[in-house]
């Protein structure tokens, strides 16, 4: 009788736990919660954590807790790196937070990125933020030495030398300096609000009103913001594989 026993395998009994191997104990203690329903307070949970809770719902087809931890993985997304967020994307396959980390390395200077950083991102998009951050300062600096001409001046000019003169010398001493500050370079909305401040010496309301409305388009930069995403799309669909839905 001895013999016709079942012999003991993981999982009959306490002193035969599973082991799975790589996963923690408080990542498995979070899909237990989840799964059977108990309160998350995900507030608590670290950051690794969260990335290892990813990893664990990659690896069990848990498509349900996955989508659960990748929602909170992009609500806590000030709190990773954004090389860390790109490692996250391309190995577990998440596009939704491909673009808010690409957009932050891209303004992150390129001083900042580390060795580890790089690795994380992988080769190709670290190039890429090379790439773009090189095409954007080159676009920066041609908006800040290429004023938008005044094509134009209103009936009230009644000295449009004198005005094209000056929109010449105040754009170049207030919107060039803001974006070019060496220090703290202003993003474009920020340096136009500190441009408007100025006094604008010569050139008249009129033309000055028509003028604050073509800034106000922000037509001189949209191209770079175009170049950007345009970019990020094109790694999105080189790196960045839908999931494969898990089988009947």
Request: charged letters at 25%; proline letters at 5%; glycine letters at 4%.
């Amino acid at each position: 009788m001895e013999n016709s026993r079942q012999p003991e395998v993981d999982g009959m009994c306490d002193e035969k736990p599973i082991h799975l191997n790589g996963i923690s104990r408080e990542t498995f203690e979070l899909f237990l919660e989840f799964t059977f329903g108990r309160y998350v307070d995900i507030l608590c949970v670290y950051i690794d954590e969260l990335s290892k809770f990813l990893r664990f719902c990659d690896m069990y087809q848990c498509s349900h807790a996955r989508k659960f931890v990748i929602s909170h993985i992009s609500s806590a997304r000030y709190c990773f790196h954004p090389a860390k967020l790109i490692n996250l994307a391309i190995k577990y396959h998440v596009r939704s937070i491909f673009p808010y980390a690409f957009q932050q390395l891209a303004e992150t200077p390129i001083t900042e990125l580390t060795h580890a950083h790089q690795e994380l991102m992988g080769n190709e998009v670290f190039l890429n933020v090379i790439y773009v951050q090189a095409a954007l300062d080159s676009h920066r600096r041609i908006v800040a030495v290429e004023e938008p001409k005044i094509l134009m001046h209103s009936n009230e000019c009644q000295d449009p030398t004198g005005c094209n003169e000056d929109w010449h010398a105040i754009w170049w001493n207030g919107m060039g300096r803001f974006l070019l500050d060496g220090r703290n370079p202003q993003p474009y909305d920020d340096a136009v609000k500190r441009f408007k401040e100025l006094q604008f010496g010569r050139v008249s309301e009129g033309c000055k009103d028509l003028m604050f409305k073509i800034l106000d388009q922000g037509a001189a930069f949209k191209h770079a913001q175009q170049f950007l995403s345009e970019t990020c799309s094109f790694l999105v669909e080189k790196l960045v594989f839908e999931p494969e839905p898990p089988s009947p």
